[in-house]
């Protein structure tokens, strides 16, 4: 375990903040100052995001970053350049599925950058139904499309041209899922019936792991799946391990998870309301302490804390760019993270 924990990320999701071997200086900007969004970042049917639900740039890349957006009711990502602001660009086509000729979302829950290439994750997961409108049995068919939309990882280039290369799909990842014994019997349950989902993903090391935010497992446990990033996308052994990560506050109060925090590395099952914070890996052990709160950086309570961004490391620690679920554009806001 020790090697893959020994990062910071936000739980309910998982992200490498400090997976990339450095972070590039920007122009610095005061704790929790938003950030104003040129463009249009794109949600569904073409209006303005309120689903953002990750970003990826690409490493050691100087400031303004080309990065990778996504909005988990679309079938496309978008690129943003970020410099003290965020600017819209082009969207990035992903998957092009319909069930009884309407698109089916992808669910896009994660996005990587690694050696040139962008990966965006899907949930792996039954499709989101708060008002329980799918029925076994009865819509089956409907919810099979449905999964096997979300249960993809999609890998494209982006040329010098700033062109994409024909994106390449992949499944495997959900082979790698049902293989594994623990995950196996909540694969394809109702989310709320404590059913697989993904998070967030990164890549370390020629590995690319995956966070659930569901199933919680024994002991109150969140899931990180881990596999070889070459074999996904070969017919190689996939080599997929397992890690369970455990949770706790200081004085044995559970840090469990927190629900309203994704992106990143790790996901997390849910827990009793809690506030959000920031937490990392302390060491190479399982354990999680907490950072810094954020959830007093927005007014608003409904907006929840989707997607992180790693900007620059200064003497005062480490600044992270936020994107609200919720929010119109996701709202950016930076945050200051004292030094693991």
């Not at 610095?28 to 100052?33: E, G, L, V, Y």
């Not at 907006?303 to 992180?308: L, Q, T």
């Amino acid at each position: 375990m020790r090697g893959y924990l020994a990062i910071v990320f936000f739980t309910v999701s998982l992200l490498a903040v400090l997976i990339s071997p450095a972070i590039v200086p920007a122009a610095r900007a005061q704790d929790d100052d938003s950030w104003p969004v040129k463009g249009k970042l794109v949600g569904k049917d073409g209006d303005k995001s309120e689903n953002v639900s990750g970003i990826a740039c690409r490493i050691g890349q100087v400031f303004p970053r080309t990065c990778v957006v996504i909005d988990d009711e679309r079938q496309e990502a978008q690129f943003v350049t970020i410099e003290d602001e965020l600017r819209a660009g082009e969207s990035i086509p992903l998957i092009t599925d319909r069930f009884a000729d309407k698109p089916i979302e992808f669910d896009g829950e994660g996005v990587a950058f690694a050696d040139g290439l962008s990966y965006v994750t899907g949930s792996h997961g039954h499709p989101r139904d708060r008002k329980r409108k799918l029925k076994a049995g009865r819509d089956d068919a409907e919810i099979n499309a449905k999964i096997a939309a979300s249960s993809r990882i999609i890998r494209f280039r982006v040329g010098r041209d700033g062109a994409v290369d024909a994106a390449t799909p992949t499944a495997r990842l959900r082979e790698a899922i049902s293989a594994e014994p623990i995950l196996r019997r909540y694969l394809d349950r109702r989310l709320e019936n404590n059913g697989v989902t993904i998070e967030g993903i990164a890549i370390r090391e020629g590995r690319l792991l995956a966070g659930f935010r569901g199933p919680t497992l024994d002991d109150g446990c969140a899931a990180i799946l881990s596999v070889s990033l070459a074999a996904l996308f070969s017919n190689g052994d996939l080599d997929a391990k397992l890690y369970q990560l455990r949770y706790g506050w200081a004085m044995d109060k559970a840090c469990a998870i927190l629900r309203s925090i994704k992106t990143g590395y790790l996901s997390s099952p849910d827990p009793p309301p809690m506030d959000p914070a920031h937490m990392r890996c302390i060491g190479g052990s399982s354990i999680v302490r907490q950072l810094k709160e954020i959830s007093s950086i927005i007014s608003d309570v409904e907006y929840k804390p989707e997607a992180i961004l790693p900007l620059d490391q200064g003497a005062s620690g480490i600044r992270l760019l936020v994107l609200f679920d919720g929010a119109k554009e996701g709202k950016p806001v930076v945050v200051d993270i004292p030094e693991p």
